[in-house]
Nanobody, 127 residues
């Protein structure tokens, strides 16, 4: 079992930056690929970014590529999402997730690849 807790959300203005954190406990964090998903108002949960267990491989959805950076610190059991140039379309609840298979990053953009989820942190971007 992996327990995940997100933090760092808030209300910001368009063009601002935020850094989200995801603290993990339980099974060995460094063995699991991780991801950020988001769910905007009235929308389905969607993939934002993913990172391999060692941090050497990353994936982004097109709408955040070049603005968001996913990273992890395995010594601190924490994953991050640095979000720059935020716009109102980024308004969503952001969830962190751990892959269901240790040392695998198969289908990184699919919700079904992830077995462990946090409760989410709200990010609101005003125009």
């Amino acid at each position: 079992q992996v327990q995940l807790v997100e933090s760092g959300g808030g209300l910001v203005q368009a063009g601002d930056s935020l850094r989200l954190s995801c603290a993990a406990s339980g099974r060995t964090f460094s063995n699991y690929a991780m991801a950020w998903f988001r769910q905007g108002p009235g929308k389905e949960r969607e993939f934002a970014a993913a990172i391999s267990w060692a941090g050497s491989v990353t994936y982004y959805t097109d709408s955040v590529n070049g603005r968001f950076t996913i990273s992890r610190d395995n010594a601190k059991n924490t994953m991050y999402l640095q979000m720059n140039s935020l716009n109102p379309e980024d308004t969503a609840v952001y969830f962190c997730a751990a892959h269901s298979i240790p040392r695998s990053i198969s289908s990184p953009r699919s919700l079904r690849s992830y077995a462990y989820w946090g409760q989410g942190t709200q990010v609101t971007v005003s125009s």
